[in-house]
């Protein structure tokens, strides 16, 4: 466990600490009035408001668009069923920029309803919130999707013979047992969309802000880094409750429900009800979830390839190097994130599943879902500022990328491989430390063959999360060595409609590079539960 926490403590603790302190800390005094200060001010209270609201607003529609779709998945058995649940869960491992491009072509500037209806949504809420429901959909039909999948239809059938209506029934017997998987899911639908960078930044122009686009304007633009401070610390108080109100609800979960093997409980759809539901979800897909990406595709083939071809030339301004580089940059960069975070969670995961770890060791696996939530844009600019001196000068070092990825690829790889590796029965490994194996060796003999599945599960988790990394990355990304999602934001930064179409071509790349992984994770699951 020393390897994890000596990590987090270099790596996340450390660069916020010291934005923290550089925001707060003036002349060797603690200036904590700054806080009742900046939260004060009318133009930071709003920022606090549309973010709390819009995220609000945002699980809400989500869980409405997405519960029947869980249903859908759970209950009824159709043809491409499990291709569908590989397109459903697409949007989630899209980056930010991404999702925020996809939907600019869908309602922005020339867009698809700009050229049928000449009705743009871009730098409005709705475009943000729909973009959010996009992104979110998958969380709530595996989430919530996976438990109803195990969920004993007996149950309710036996409450329908006793004379309850198909309404009661599900209403007194099915939501109280989904009831903590819908909490669970939109605690987390909350946790992405009150942290919301990138789709706002694309989407909300200068109208809206949720507060990571305020701290990174605050950072980056205006260089106030006292309201910075303030605002990381707001943030990260909201995050902790919400990922305190996550685990309790979890906990729920674990320990309330008897579930039976999901295999038997979907079925061919039966009467008009089912069938028009079904159809109704398969439009609601085509339309909010593929569409989108379509858009982005046919946009970045206007003209044919110019925009790919165009890729290929540096302009010697905000590219140093060929946009068509940041490809490969990104590609690199990711695979040694995703090596970091595989190292790291895995070694993390080995001492929380241990049956005698101890009460701090379990509280490391909270602290460990905090990258998740905690600006990135505070960790990247807290890299600048706090790894920018020996024995740790990493400024100019390639490294600095990856590492920052891996903070939020770690998570993944514990969430994925902890469940794992509690299934593992101790007394195998007792029996292999009796014949005198080291522990070692009773990791790779008894521990590795059994997880090796939800290792390279976890491997691709955290090398698609790293791929489209942007809040971090956009400050310790150099110029001669862009990522992905950094050159995507930097072209749409730019006017004109090469730098837009190009912008366009990057992001398919992006999504195409993504989506490959996701499949590959498709494949590689070792249960049908749906989950994450």
């Known amino acids: 466990m020393a390897v994890p926490v000596a990590f987090f403590g270099v790596f996340f603790a450390w660069p916020v600490a010291a934005i923290v302190t550089r925001g707060l800390k003036a002349d060797g005094v603690w200036r904590f009035g700054r806080i009742a200060d900046v939260v004060g001010q009318s133009d930071i209270r709003h920022v606090l408001w549309f973010t709390t609201w819009q995220a609000l607003a945002s699980t809400a529609l989500t869980l409405l668009a997405a519960l029947p779709a869980a249903y859908v998945f759970a209950r009824l058995d159709f043809p491409g069923r499990q291709v569908l649940r590989a397109v ?20 922005g500037r020339g867009g698809l309803l700009d050229e049928l209806w000449g009705v743009r949504l871009d730098t409005t809420v709705w475009a943000i919130l729909l973009a959010h429901v996009f992104f979110n959909y998958a969380v709530v039909v595996r989430t919530v999707g996976g438990l109803w999948a195990q ?17 009661a029934a599900w209403r007194k017997v099915t939501l109280p047992a989904l009831a903590p998987a819908v909490a669970a899911a939109a605690l987390m639908v909350f946790l992405f969309t009150f942290t919301s960078f990138g789709v706002v930044q694309i ?31 707001v943030q990260f108080a909201a995050v902790g409750t919400i990922l305190a109100v996550h685990a309790w609800t979890v906990r729920r ?33 085509a339309v909010l ?27 010697g301004g905000t590219f140093l190097v060929a946009p068509i580089e940041s490809v490969a940059n990104s590609l690199e960069y990711a695979v040694a994130a995703t090596g970091v975070a595989v190292v790291i969670g895995g070694l993390a995961a080995a001492a929380l599943a241990r049956r005698d770890a101890g009460r701090l060791v379990r509280g490391f696996d ?36 990856p590492l920052a990825q891996a903070l939020v690829g770690v998570p993944f790889v514990v969430r994925t491989m902890l469940p794992v590796l509690r299934a593992v029965d101790e007394r195998l490994r007792e029996a292999a430390a009796v014949l005198g194996a ?13 997880v090796r599945r939800a290792l390279l599960i976890a491997a691709g988790f955290a090398f698609a999360v790293s791929l489209g990394e942007f809040g971090a990355t956009v400050f310790i990304a150099r110029p001669d060595n862009p990522t992905l999602p950094v050159a ?45």
Do not use: C, H, K
């Not at 080291?438 to 059994?450: A, G």
């Open 88 to 107: 459903v869960t697409v949007p989630f491992v899209l980056p930010t920029v991404v999702v925020g491009t996809a939907f600019l072509a869908l309602v």
């Open 151 to 167: 969920l004993d239809p007996r149950q309710e059938e036996a409450a329908r013979m006793l004379g309850a209506s198909p309404a």
């Open 203 to 233: 989407l909300g122009g200068p109208t809206f802000a949720t507060l990571e686009v305020e701290i990174y304007r605050e950072t980056s633009e205006i260089f106030d880094l006292p309201t910075a401070a303030v605002l990381t610390l």
């Open 253 to 285: 979960r674990e320990s309330a429900l008897r579930l039976v093997d999901p295999s038997v409980t979907a079925r061919r759809p039966r009467g008009a009800g089912q069938w028009a539901l079904l159809g109704g979800v398969l439009a609601t897909i």
């Open 289 to 315: 979830l593929v569409l989108p990406l379509a858009v982005l595709v046919r946009r970045s083939l206007d003209g044919g390839f110019g925009y790919y071809r165009a890729l290929g030339d540096a302009d």
């Open 366 to 401: 909270a602290l460990l879902m905090l990258p998740l939530g905690v600006s990135a844009v505070t960790v990247g600019f807290g890299f600048l500022i706090a790894l920018d001196r020996p024995p740790l000068d990493l400024r100019q070092s390639w490294i600095l990328v």
């Open 438 to 450: 080291s522990p070692w060796r009773v990791w790779r003999e008894v521990d590795l063959p059994m």
């Open 488 to 532: 995507v934001a930097r072209l749409l930064s730019r006017p004109g409609d090469l730098n837009y179409g190009q912008a366009m071509a990057l992001s398919t790349i992006l999504m195409v590079v993504s989506a490959v992984a996701l499949l590959v994770l498709e494949r590689l699951r070792t249960d049908r539960t749906g989950e994450f």
